[in-house]
């Protein structure tokens, strides 16, 4: 606090008070969870899948290639190669949080659990495999801010000949993997020209958040003070202006505010690489009933104490959904928009959104059916209800709400080039 006058110290406080804080532990079981779904869903001759941890690369192209001559006399570009690149490879003057190994360590755990189905960066000779191809190239990262270095990432694999044609016929498809992701970052990501599937884990608010309404102008106004005092300062509302809300215990990203990691002048950081010790208890989200009621308090819901936490979560959820989804992309904004506004992982908003379903308490579009509005009436919750126009007879069962599906590859043509 003694980086900040007097005067702007109440909105400095309100500002650390309402990040979001998460661990090493928290971030390994959010990529966890995730890998094992994606492994549960599957199956048949071309189930194996490509991980590849998320990191800075100077190279063009992340594979090696060569020039095969045709027939014709021409010459083609081949990827080629039996191991991909390094997980961990430091790029010199690059300022990174740290998680690549802390990525690659899950990786390899993830593919000794998953022999089957996993394999730890493969090269392009792995795909071609007679008896096991790879279908899918699966990047995963700890954070996705700006969604820039993804988005990097991504286009060093399609920079390739080689995996243009494999998208281009259907023979591999592409999975992100996050622990946690602003939402306009997850959304740049997806839409890369690769069309990835982008799993996050928990939402990170930022400056600019509608929870956070009531401080942003106070938050604006103290940055643009600190804009004005330190001009040259590109990173005062994170790298392009990201103005993530979230610190990890093993290092500050540069996408949240400059002022809490970086040193300028009498300006000291929060704290450069891992927590100072004392911070440490800071970084436990709690159990996860201590997680819903302060999601409920900080909404202004009151719930129920005594019953269980599963319902207090599935009342929070319903008392906070708005809009309607009838495909998958429209469901997987919503989740994210709640994981946001709850703070809370995306894997609990959708199992409360399955069961709410299964309970008939929402229509499969997300609607509040008459018996919803009977449970928030009975736990005292209002809520104003919207009339919705109906524009199907019969309503779309999200993908999401549904058993897992296995993605279908029967079709595709056997052999690679």
Request: a positive charge; hydrophobic letters at 35%.
């Amino acid at each position: 606090m003694s980086n900040f006058d007097t005067a702007d110290r109440v909105a400095a406080r309100s500002l650390l008070d309402s990040l979001l804080l998460l661990n090493r532990d928290e971030v390994s079981e959010l990529i966890q969870e995730q890998l094992l779904t994606l492994a549960s869903e599957r199956s048949g001759k071309r189930k194996s899948v490509a991980l590849y941890a998320e990191r800075e690369f100077q190279e063009k192209q992340l594979f090696t290639t060569e020039q095969i001559k045709l027939p014709n006399g021409l010459t083609r570009e081949r990827a080629i190669g039996k191991k991909g690149p390094p997980s961990v490879q430091p790029i010199r003057g690059g300022r990174r949080v740290g998680s690549e190994g802390l990525i690659s360590s899950l990786i390899s755990q993830a593919v000794k659990k998953h022999s089957g189905i996993f394999i730890n960066t493969p090269g392009p000779d792995r795909f071609r495999s007679k008896h096991n191809p790879i279908s899918t190239i699966a990047i995963v990262t700890d954070f996705i801010g700006s969604g820039n270095r993804v988005l990097s990432m991504l286009d060093k694999l399609w920079n390739l000949r080689t995996i243009r044609s494999w998208h281009s016929t259907k023979l591999i498809d592409f999975v992100v993997i996050a622990a946690a992701a602003t939402s306009d970052g997850a959304a740049v990501v997806g839409s890369h020209i690769t069309h990835p599937d982008v799993r996050v884990g928990r939402t990170v608010p930022t400056l600019s958040s509608s929870k956070f309404d009531r401080h942003c102008s106070d938050w604006e106004e103290l940055l643009g003070k600190f804009a004005e005092d330190h001009p040259d300062d590109e990173y005062v509302w994170g790298y392009e202006h990201s103005a993530a809300m979230v610190l990890f215990n093993y290092g500050i990203p540069n996408n949240a505010p400059s002022i809490l990691w970086k040193a300028i002048g009498a300006i000291k950081p929060l704290y450069i690489g891992n927590a100072p010790a004392e911070l440490s208890p800071l970084f436990w989200s709690g159990s996860k009933r201590e997680q819903v009621e302060r999601a409920a308090q900080e909404r202004g819901h009151e719930l129920d104490s005594t019953i269980d936490v599963k319902e207090q979560m599935i009342l929070l959820v319903l008392q906070e959904l708005r809009g309607r989804f009838t495909h998958k992309k429209q469901l997987d904004k919503k989740v994210r928009e709640l994981s946001e506004r709850l703070s809370l992982p995306a894997n609990d908003i959708v199992e409360a959104l399955s069961v709410a379903y299964l309970k008939n308490l929402i229509e499969a579009n997300g609607r509040l059916t008459d018996k919803g509005y009977d449970e928030l009436r009975a736990q005292s919750i209002s809520r104003e209800r919207d009339i919705v126009v109906p524009t199907t007879k019969k309503p779309y069962y999200p993908i999401a709400l549904r058993a897992s599906k296995v993605p279908s590859s029967t079709h595709r043509s056997k052999e690679r080039s």
